[in-house]
């Protein structure tokens, strides 16, 4: 409600101070991220571009190392077809009637040369070591090593690699068998060339060359693209593997020496580091892309907390202080609120919100105690303390179910005392009511832990025995009750004298329901009143036959 008093505001100038830092702030934080992305980039570009310089180095040398198996491979290969093709029966038969027929070893070997796939020369030599037939194409004889003739006429298979008219080769022996006499040699041999070279290029290579000590053997790629191979190069390369680089192309060799079938030679693999540099570029280009997009959500975040945060903070200001002087009861004052606060909304939302929580901490705890009385006076009575008659009936409808469950008995005591309206009208109600509280001390006194008493109305009280034996218990119980009650009383100087009529009802002896039991209780008091009073009186009595 509005009763015509401005209530306080702190002054604006917190705000206003806020807005004038806020995109300075957005500007500081713009600049640290693009200055931790350019100190990252240069801290990492290195790292990275060797990490992926050392990664191809190591697909190379398993490149090489997978070359050299697959010579090996060859090698073994080409041995194995020697052999089946020295123990070929007309090639045989062809090498026993040479000297009668030189044509017919001739025909069959250029046969087998046009056949036989990957082999690129044949040839045939005699026990002394002499070359029968070549298909190497040259105008002299060709020389094939004599130490290597000499181990296969012994009948050792063999192969190697060789120098045979300035070209390099590797190839396989293998002896010629007429009933298992050696007659000769067979060669097979497979030049090292620009066709082997194609066939040893593996998956994801640019391609390879073969070398020997001083010049390159063969290539299987454009050697004019690449940098040029030097003869210091080929000779680095037979004591370890070596790696050039040419900065300007962006492109280089991979040098490893290799071993092929007793000769060294070289092999060359080229470098082509334009894909590394085009992952570094990319890099680059999605650190760019992060940066922008960090600094747009940064921006987006510096609108948001503005329009959205800041703006709707500075409304709940002045509502922040109306809830404290609600919950305070007083008006706050500007000085005390806004000290060391000023402009500060969220603060004053927190003292604001503090305050709130403890006002109403405080009166729901005042709620609460104030229910618990009200429970307790609805079900207590306010002179002694005792139960009054609502909680007498619920006590007893639990007492019965439970004793229905379990197959117990239970009993109920009416007591009425005797005498108390002559001392309360005389001695006054101060007196009648210390006379109250004092008998329903002895109650308690008189019975057992477990029962339960309560004070009805005026001067009618009830216990509740909810462990009883029987009959004979509940009249000791109410026995004891008139001894306890009848005692003398001394209140502020007045002796008094009551007594005391007790009604004795037991479940399920004497009814099975609250109404029945209440009932015979009832009528039990009413005859131990006709009896003189005084006197403890069950149900049961009221159906025996008096005596005579």
Same mark, same amino acid.
């Given at each position: 409600?509005?009763?015509?008093? !401005? *209530?306080?505001?702190?002054?604006?100038?917190?705000?206003?101070?806020?807005?004038?830092?806020?995109?300075?702030?957005?500007?500081?934080?713009?600049?640290?991220?693009?200055?931790?992305?350019?100190?990252?980039?240069?801290?990492?570009?290195?790292?990275? %571009?060797?990490?992926? *310089?050392?990664?191809?180095?190591?697909?190379?040398?398993?490149?090489?190392?997978?070359? @050299?198996?697959?010579?090996?491979?060859?090698?073994?290969?080409?041995?194995?077809?020697? +052999?089946?093709?020295?123990?070929?029966?007309?090639?045989?038969?062809?090498?026993?009637? %040479?000297?009668?027929?030189?044509?017919?070893?001739?025909?069959?070997?250029?046969?087998?040369?046009?056949?036989?796939?990957?082999?690129?020369?044949?040839?045939?030599?005699?026990?002394?070591?002499?070359?029968?037939?070549?298909?190497?194409?040259?105008?002299?004889?060709?020389?094939?090593? !004599?130490?290597?003739?000499?181990?296969?006429?012994?009948?050792?298979? %063999?192969?190697?690699?060789?120098?045979?008219?300035?070209?390099?080769?590797?190839?396989?022996?293998?002896?010629?068998?007429?009933?298992?006499?050696?007659?000769?040699?067979?060669?097979? @041999?497979?030049?090292?060339?620009?066709?082997?070279?194609?066939?040893?290029?593996?998956?994801?290579?640019?391609?390879?060359?073969?070398?020997?000590?001083?010049?390159?053997?063969?290539?299987?790629?454009?050697?004019?693209?690449?940098?040029?191979?030097?003869?210091?190069? +080929?000779?680095?390369?037979?004591?370890?593997?070596?790696?050039? /680089?040419?900065?300007?192309?962006?492109?280089?060799?991979?040098?490893?020496?290799?071993?092929?079938?007793?000769?060294?030679?070289?092999?060359?693999?080229?470098?082509?580091?334009?894909?590394?540099?085009?992952?570094?570029?990319?890099?680059?280009?999605?650190? $760019?892309?992060?940066?922008?997009?960090?600094?747009?959500?940064?921006? &987006? &975040?510096?609108?948001?907390?503005?329009?959205?945060?800041?703006?709707? /903070?500075?409304?709940?200001?002045?509502?922040?202080?109306?809830?404290?002087?609600?919950?305070?009861?007083?008006?706050?004052?500007?000085?005390?609120?806004?000290?060391?606060?000023?402009?500060?909304?969220?603060?004053?939302?927190?003292?604001?919100?503090?305050?709130?929580?403890?006002?109403?901490?405080?009166?729901?705890?005042?709620?609460?105690?104030?229910?618990?009385?009200?429970?307790?006076? $609805?079900?207590?009575?306010?002179?002694?303390? /005792?139960?009054?008659?609502?909680?007498?009936?619920?006590?007893?409808?639990?007492?019965?179910?439970?004793? $229905?469950?379990?197959?117990?008995?239970?009993?109920? +005591?009416?007591?009425?005392?005797?005498?108390?309206?002559?001392?309360?009208?005389?001695?006054?109600?101060?007196?009648?009511?210390?006379? +109250?509280?004092?008998?329903?001390?002895?109650?308690?006194?008189?019975?057992?832990?477990?029962?339960?008493?309560?004070?009805?109305?005026?001067?009618?009280?009830?216990?509740?025995?909810?462990?009883? $034996?029987?009959?004979?218990?509940?009249?000791?119980?109410?026995?004891?009750?008139?001894?306890?009650?009848?005692?003398?009383?001394?209140?502020?100087?007045?002796?008094?004298?009551? @007594?005391?009529?007790?009604?004795?009802?037991?479940?399920?002896?004497?009814?099975?329901?609250?109404?029945?039991?209440?009932?015979?209780?009832?009528?039990?008091? %009413?005859?131990?009143?006709?009896?003189?009073?005084?006197?403890?009186?069950?149900?049961?009595?009221?159906?025996?036959?008096?005596? !005579?």
């Amino acid at each position: 409600m509005d009763n015509g008093t !401005a *209530h306080p505001t702190l002054p604006k100038s917190g705000i206003i101070r806020r807005r004038s830092l806020l995109f300075p702030l957005v500007g500081l934080l713009i600049l640290t991220v693009l200055s931790t992305m350019a100190v990252g980039y240069f801290i990492n570009y290195p790292f990275l %571009y060797q990490s992926l *310089h050392n990664k191809a180095q190591i697909e190379n040398e398993a490149r090489a190392a997978h070359i @050299g198996f697959l010579l090996k491979h060859e090698s073994n290969t080409l041995i194995q077809l020697a +052999l089946v093709i020295s123990r070929d029966g007309e090639l045989q038969e062809a090498f026993t009637y %040479y000297k009668r027929d030189a044509n017919r070893l001739m025909r069959k070997v250029l046969f087998l040369s046009e056949t036989i796939h990957d082999v690129d020369f044949f040839g045939v030599i005699d026990a002394q070591g002499k070359t029968l037939f070549s298909t190497i194409d040259s105008g002299e004889d060709v020389a094939f090593p !004599a130490e290597a003739i000499q181990r296969t006429l012994k009948g050792n298979s %063999y192969t190697l690699s060789n120098s045979i008219n300035n070209r390099w080769s590797f190839m396989s022996l293998a002896p010629i068998l007429i009933q298992r006499q050696i007659v000769g040699v067979l060669v097979l @041999g497979r030049w090292i060339n620009q066709d082997l070279a194609k066939r040893m290029t593996v998956k994801d290579t640019l391609g390879l060359a073969f070398a020997g000590p001083d010049k390159t053997l063969t290539s299987s790629f454009d050697q004019k693209i690449w940098p040029t191979i030097t003869p210091d190069s +080929l000779q680095t390369c037979f004591a370890n593997t070596l790696v050039t /680089l040419d900065e300007n192309s962006q492109k280089g060799l991979y040098y490893s020496p290799l071993q092929i079938m007793g000769n060294t030679f070289c092999l060359i693999l080229p470098l082509d580091y334009e894909p590394i540099h085009q992952t570094l570029r990319d890099h680059t280009q999605r650190l $760019a892309w992060s940066s922008l997009i960090i600094i747009f959500m940064i921006l &987006l &975040l510096g609108l948001t907390l503005q329009f959205l945060i800041l703006k709707p /903070l500075h409304r709940l200001r002045n509502k922040a202080l109306i809830l404290i002087e609600v919950c305070t009861n007083e008006k706050p004052q500007i000085s005390e609120v806004a000290k060391g606060v000023e402009g500060n909304e969220i603060k004053i939302l927190d003292h604001a919100f503090e305050t709130a929580s403890t006002a109403i901490y405080s009166y729901i705890c005042e709620l609460n105690h104030q229910k618990e009385r009200f429970e307790d006076m $609805a079900i207590r009575d306010p002179l002694t303390g /005792l139960g009054n008659r609502r909680l007498f009936t619920q006590l007893l409808e639990k007492a019965i179910s439970l004793c $229905a469950r379990h197959q117990r008995k239970m009993a109920i +005591l009416y007591l009425d005392l005797d005498h108390f309206k002559p001392i309360n009208d005389t001695l006054g109600h101060d007196i009648g009511d210390l006379l +109250l509280k004092e008998v329903s001390v002895r109650l308690k006194l008189a019975l057992r832990e477990s029962d339960v008493v309560f004070r009805l109305g005026g001067d009618e009280f009830a216990a509740l025995l909810p462990e009883c $034996a029987g009959g004979e218990m509940a009249r000791m119980m109410g026995n004891r009750i008139i001894q306890e009650v009848t005692r003398p009383y001394l209140l502020q100087g007045h002796d008094c004298l009551i @007594g005391v009529s007790v009604g004795v009802a037991i479940y399920p002896d004497h009814a099975d329901s609250v109404e029945r039991l209440l009932k015979n209780a009832d009528l039990a008091l %009413y005859a131990a009143k006709d009896a003189g009073r005084g006197v403890c009186r069950l149900y049961e009595d009221l159906t025996k036959p008096s005596s !005579a």
